[in-house]
C-alpha cells in the first residue's frame, strides 16, 4: 500500500522498554515510524500497551539521542566531547581495554548492564568473560531477582512461575504490582483480567497498591520481615493440617531424617538418603519401593538423634506463632490466619512475588519461605499454580548454550564477593560478582585491583546504592566505555561513549520466564538505525576482534548468532520471524511424568522439592527459612529510631519510568514531572507538610529532597522515595551531573555490613531508617550542590 511521503508498511515487532515485551505492531512510511500500538495477535500482550510503549517514537527520534561515538575531550567529568569515527572508538576501546589486562590482568575489568529488558545483559556478560573476565554485575542481580531465581532452583530445580494461562482461583502477590511492573512477561492485565473473572486475591506490600485496593486481604507488611509472615502462615497450614499432604509426602524431602548433631540429612552406606519407616521401625532409603517414611518424629538411628525434616521444619514455624509473627510484621494476627487458611484451601492458586523480597539482609531466606508455602499448598507445576515452563521451541538453544562454557569453573573462585556471597558469586551457584565489593576494588585495590568498567546500558549513580561512592569508584577508573541510547549521569564520566539501538532499530530474540527460550518476545527492526548507532551485539564482537580474544565469538552480525541458534529447529531467524514465534503451552506436572528423572521427582540433589535445602546448607546457610531483624529498626535499634523516626522503603516502580529511564521523554514527564516521597497525612500534619511541599528525606548516610506526596495507603510510620531520578535538562557537568545527587534515593541506601544479605551481598533498600522535614524551593536546591559536593570530597 502507497500513502503520501513514500512506501507504507507495518512492522510486527516487540517492545524492551521494560521486561514486558509486549508485542508492537510499528506503522512505517518513507523510512520513518509514524505510529506504535498494541499487537492484538500477540499471544502474550493481546495489544496491551503501557504508556511507555506508546511514547517509544518520541523515544526513537528524540533531539538528544546519542548517533555517533563520543570521546571524552577534557577533564573526567568536565562535560567536553569530541565525536570521533567507529574505527577510532573500538580502536580506542580495545587498545585501553588491553592496557588494564596486560598491567593487572581480566579480572580487573568489570562491566555490565541496565535494565535486562532484551539480551543485552547476555551480550555484555559474555563480552566480559571473553575478555577473561568473571567481574559482570549490574543494578540488579543479587537485589532483583537472583535470590528468587536461586531460591527456586534450590528447591524445585528450576525457576518457577506463576500460571496466570491455567485459570488460577486464587492469586497471591507478594511485593508484586503486575500492573505496573509487568516483569518477565508476567503481563499484569492477566492478574486483572482473572480478578474480575471471579479469582480471589490476596496482596502482600506495605502499600495500598491498585491490586491491595481489589484484594479479599491486604496484608501490609513492614519492609523485610516477609520470612516471619511465610512462616507463620505455615504454621497455621501445619496446626491446622491444611497442608497438602500428598504432595509433601510424595514429592517433597520432608520425611527424610536429619542428623540432628551434624546437621546434615542422614545417608546409608550406599549414599543414598534415609527416611524411618513406620512399620520397620528403622531407616531405609527414602525412595525405597514399598517404604513407609514417618513424616514426623525424632528417631535413634545407630546411636544418632535424627530428626524428620518436616519435624524439624515443624518446630521452625512454631516460632512464628501468628501473634509473634504480628508483632515483627505490623500486622494483625487474625489476618496472617485468614490468609493462610485461604491460601490452603483455594486451588490452584499462583502466587507472584516481587523485588521487595530480594531486597534486604533476610533475601536469601524470603524466597526460600515462599517457594516452601507453594509446596505445603501442592500448587507446584499445575494448571493456574505456580509451573516451570520448558522450551516451547525445542531445537532453539539459548544465549548461553549457544556460547558454551567460555571459561572453566575454577575461573570463578576469584570473582569478586565469591569467598562471602556464596550463592551470588562464585563458581556454586548464580555467577555475578558482588557490587559492594567492585567499588571496593577500585577504590581501595584489594583483594585486587579493578581498573577498567564496560557499561552496556545502565546508569550506576542512579541506581547503584551509595550513589556517594559510585561516584568515587567512576572517577577513579583508568578507562569506562558506555553503549546507551542517552547521555546520563553515569556517562559523563566516560571516555568514550557509543550509540545504542531502540527496540525499533534492532533484531532480538528473547528468553522469558513466561514460554521458554523462543517464546513469546521478537523485536524485529523497523526502520533502518539514526546516525551511526550500531547492534551492542555487533559493537562487542568488532572490539573482542581487534584484541585476538574472539574465538567464541565468530558471528559478526546478531543475525548469523540467532541463525546458528534455531539451526537445529531447522530454521533461520528471518523464517522464525516469519512463523510469529513458538506459544505453545507447557506440559504440567513433570515431576510426576518422568521429565526431570527416571521415575519421577524433581532435579534436585534429593530428586525431590527441597523444603530442607540441600543447597543452602553444602554452602554453609541455614537449610531451612527464618527470619532475621533488619538492622535499622524500632526493635533492632531503637535509639537510632529516636532520630530518625521512619521505616523507609524505596525502588516502587512508576508507569512512565523504567528504573532511571525515560526522563528526557516528555510525554512522560508531563505525566510525572517530579520526584515525589510518599509519606502518611497523619505523619505530615505532625510535621507541618502540606501535599506538594519540598521535602528532604534524610538517613544516617545521606540526604535528598523530593515533593511530598500525602498517601494514606500506608502504615504512618513509613515513607517510600521513589529512586531513578535526574534532571536531562540540566547542567551535565560536573560537579551538577543533571542533578544527580539532589533527589537520588541511593544517597540515603547502605551498601556495606550490616545491611547486606549474608548469600547474595545484595543491599538493604526496603527498612532502613530516615526522617523526613519539610525544605524551601531554595534549600532544596542547596541540599543538592551540598550532596554533590560531599560526593566529591577524596577525589583528585
Known sequence: MEEPGGAYRIVKSGCFLCHGGCGIIVHVRGGRAIRVEGDPDHPNSRGYLCVKGQAGIELLYHKERLLHPLRRAGARGEGKWERISWDEALDTCAAELQKVIDRHGPLAVTGGDGTKADEV????DLFLLNLGSTNRTGPGRAQCMLPRRAASNATFGNYYSPDYEGDPKLIVLWGDQPEITNHNSILGYKMIEKSRQGAKLIVIDPRRTAAARRADIWLPI?????????????????????YDREFVEKWTNAPLLVDVQSGDLLRGAGGGYLAWDKEKLLAVPGDLPGAQPALCGAFDVGGRVCKTVWQLLKERCAEYTPPKAAAITWLDPGDIVRAARLYAATKPAALAWGVGLDMCVNAHQNGRACTLLECLTGNVDVPGGNMHPVPSHKGCRTFTDAFGETLPREAYVKQLGAERFRLCAGPTTMRYANNPAVLKAILTGEPYPVRAWVAVGGNPLLTWSNAKEVYRALMKLDFFMGVDLFMNPSLQLADIVL????????????????????????????????????????????????????????????????DERLRE???TWREAVEAGGAFDRVAYRKHETGHYRQGGGFPTATGKAELWSTVWRRNGYDPLPDYTEVPESPYSDPGLM?????????????????????????????????????????????????????????????RCVQRARLFAGMDPRLVHVEHGWWFPEEEGAVPHLYGAFRSNANTLT???????????GGYTLRGFAGRVYKVSEEEAQRIGWEEALEARMGVS
Not at 572490539?543 to 565468530?554: F, V
Not at 512508576?654 to 517530579?674: I, M, N
Not at 547502605?750 to 547474595?760: C, E, G, K, T
Open 222 to 242: 513492614r519492609p523485610g520481615t516477609d520470612a516471619a509472615l511465610a512462616l507463620s502462615m505455615m504454621h497455621v497450614m501445619i496446626e491446622e493440617n491444611l
Open 121 to 124: 545483559a547476555w551480550i555484555v
Open 569 to 571: 529447529a531447522g530454521m
Open 642 to 702: 529516636e532520630k530518625y523516626p521512619f521505616v523507609v522503603i524505596t525502588g516502587g516502580r512508576l508507569p512512565g519510568y523504567f528504573h532511571s529511564q525515560q526522563r528526557q521523554v516528555e510525554t512522560l514527564r508531563r505525566l510525572h514531572p517530579d520526584p515525589q516521597t510518599q509519606i502518611h497525612p497523619e505523619a505530615a500534619a505532625r510535621l507541618g507538610i502540606r501535599n506538594g511541599d519540598w521535602v528532604c528525606v534524610e538517613s544516617p548516610r545521606g
Open 750 to 760: 547502605p551498601n556495606a555490613d550490616p545491611f547486606l544479605d549474608p548469600a547474595f
Open 499 to 562: 550509540p545504542a539501538p531502540t527496540h525499533f532499530e534492532k533484531e532480538r530474540l528473547m528468553e522469558t520466564h513466561g514460554y521458554g527460550p523462543f517464546g513469546n518476545v521478537r523485536c524485529v527492526r523497523a526502520v533502518e538505525p539514526l546516525g551511526e548507532v550500531r547492534d551492542e551485539f555487533e559493537v562487542c564482537g568488532d572490539i573482542l576482534r581487534r584484541m585476538g580474544m574472539d574465538r567464541n565469538w565468530p558471528w559478526r552480525t546478531v543475525v548469523d548468532f540467532y
